[in-house]
């Protein structure tokens, strides 16, 4: 256990909404990622964030924004909710200086946009 | 880029001994690792190769040759709770090598 929270854990809402998810660390790691998963896809990354205020963007970023003002927390936003948009999202941390090959991960946040 | 590839399923009955390759396409490339995940539940770390060989975890083994983009993960004296899917993922060589990629996850089904 790593110590990370996502909320929410479900959402539905619809198309042309915003949604903001929120990632919370309780162990202050420098590299946190957003990750979505759908069937046949694997997880494949939204963003990734290597210290405060320092993001860059993954293979699936259009759409998607995301924020870190503090340590501990990793905000992924949803300008404008499309239904293509509708997966279970997952966020990540790397523990160490480097980022490691090994990744913790939330409990994942189910979101459905109708 | 990245690209991997797994089977997207495999059935075995319990007590058995199942193979999950991966082969995988890279620009650069720094180890493979594995990653379980149950129903429903988040991705856990299972093995990560960065050498050429056979890495042994208790019941689970994973293996990589490098020469051969190539690599396994050996699921021994399957059990009922080892029903899950299972993902090999690539770490980059630097400067990206904090990041994963992922392949599309093997379905594993243990049955009685």
């Known amino acids: 256990d790593a110590g990370i929270t996502q909320s929410p854990r479900h959402k539905v809402t619809e198309t042309g909404t915003p949604v903001t998810l929120r990632c919370h660390q309780t162990e202050n790691h420098r590299y946190m990622y957003w990750y979505r998963q759908d069937p046949g896809h694997g997880l494949r990354l939204i963003h990734y964030s290597y210290g405060v205020k320092d993001t860059d963007k993954g293979e699936v970023s259009d759409g998607y924004s995301v924020s870190r003002s503090k340590t501990e927390d990793f905000l992924l936003t949803l300008e404008s909710a499309t239904s293509s948009q509708t997966s279970v999202y997952f966020c990540a941390i790397s523990k160490g200086q480097g980022g490691t090959n090994e990744q913790f991960f939330g409990p994942g946040t189910r979101l459905t946009v109708l | 880029g990245q690209s991997l590839e797994q089977p997207s399923e495999v059935t075995a009955v319990e007590g058995a001994i199942v193979q999950i390759n991966c082969t995988y396409q890279?620009?650069?490339?720094?180890?493979l690792s594995w990653y379980q995940q149950h129903d429903g539940g988040a991705p856990t770390f299972l093995s990560y190769?960065?050498?050429?060989g056979l890495e042994e975890t208790g019941r689970f083994s994973s293996f990589l040759s490098r020469s051969d983009s190539y690599g396994y993960l050996l699921l021994q004296e399957l059990q009922m709770k080892d029903s899950a899917s299972y993902f090999c993922a690539v770490r980059p060589s630097p400067p990206n090598d904090y990041k994963l990629s992922f392949g599309a996850g093997t379905t594993v089904t243990v049955r009685a």
């Open positions: 190769n960065a050498l050429d």
């Open positions: 890279t620009s650069g490339f720094y180890g």
